[in-house]
């Protein structure tokens, strides 16, 4: 799989407090499938609403599922507003961005 944000670039399997996630080892960011994501950061964090597809931000092009292709959702983290995610919108995969899974597990 590769990198939602940085295109050319593949993650790669690792630990995370006894689960395998996917990180990319050039933004740092880690990619959960929704299964993975449920036993490290309760889904209730994961907010459900959608930032829509118009952001003005530095942030970047929107990312594309490493599993699917499908089109990142940007959506709030309802833990910490200040965190947004991506999220696949067909198989409900997140996208962290480096330093964000941090924020929503101190
Ligand atoms: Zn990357
Ligand atoms: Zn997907």
């Not at 740092?28 to 994501?37: I, R, S, T, Y």
């Not at 036993?39 to 990312?63: F, Y």
């Not at 919108?89 to 962290?96: D, F, I, S, T």
């Amino acid at each position: 799989m590769n990198c939602p944000k940085c295109s050319e670039q593949e993650l790669s399997s690792q630990g995370l407090r006894g689960i395998e996630v996917d990180r990319c080892s050039q933004c740092q960011g880690v990619w959960f499938d929704e299964a993975e994501l449920g036993r490290l950061i309760d889904d209730q964090a994961v907010g459900g609403r959608s930032l829509g597809g118009r952001d003005s931000g530095l942030d970047r092009h929107p990312g594309q599922c490493p599993r699917d292709g499908t089109a990142l959702l940007r959506v709030y983290s309802k833990w910490n507003r200040s965190v947004v995610l991506d999220r696949c919108p067909e198989c409900r995969g997140v996208w962290l961005d480096g330093g964000e899974f941090q924020r929503l597990n101190p």
